[in-house]
């Protein structure tokens, strides 16, 4: 029996301007990037840009007082929530995670 065939996926988040954005399960890190930089600009008014973009793995941003903020990836989502808290609190205090999300690859075969 031939071994599984597997596909990327990536996702990807954007912040900015009171906005945010994600997109998961998309087979090009382009296109991840771009769905989620329209979806943060479809919801506040200033410019995006991408926080984090990851590839068969997952992805955390948690958010602080004061707007500070912190993003994680690995392969198992409580490591990449784990990450962004410790990052957000290295400059924030009362960090909690504002999204996280996995983009696994899948197999094609």
Same mark, same amino acid.
Request: hydrophobic share 35%.
């Given at each position: 029996? &031939? @071994?599984?065939?597997?596909?990327? #996926?990536?996702? +990807?988040?954007?912040? $900015?301007?009171?906005?945010?954005?994600?997109?998961?399960?998309?087979?090009?890190?382009?296109?991840?990037?771009?769905? *989620?930089?329209?979806?943060?600009?479809? %919801?506040?008014?200033? &410019?995006? @840009?991408? /926080?984090?973009?990851?590839?068969?793995?997952?992805? +955390?941003? *948690?958010? $602080? !007082? !004061?707007?500070?903020?912190?993003? $994680? #990836?690995?392969? !198992?989502?409580?490591?990449? #929530?784990?990450?962004?808290? %410790?990052?957000?609190?290295?400059?924030?205090?009362?960090?909690? /995670?504002?999204? +996280?999300?996995?983009?696994?690859?899948?197999?094609? #075969?």
């Amino acid at each position: 029996m &031939p @071994s599984p065939k597997w596909q990327n #996926r990536w996702g +990807a988040i954007a912040a $900015g301007g009171g906005g945010l954005g994600a997109s998961v399960n998309m087979t090009k890190k382009q296109a991840a990037e771009k769905a *989620a930089i329209k979806q943060c600009q479809e %919801s506040g008014p200033g &410019p995006c @840009s991408i /926080v984090v973009s990851y590839k068969n793995q997952c992805a +955390a941003v *948690a958010w $602080g !007082d !004061d707007s500070q903020s912190g993003w $994680g #990836r690995a392969g !198992d989502i409580a490591v990449a #929530r784990k990450a962004a808290l %410790s990052a957000c609190a290295e400059t924030g205090t009362n960090c909690k /995670v504002f999204y +996280a999300e996995c983009s696994y690859p899948v197999p094609v #075969r």
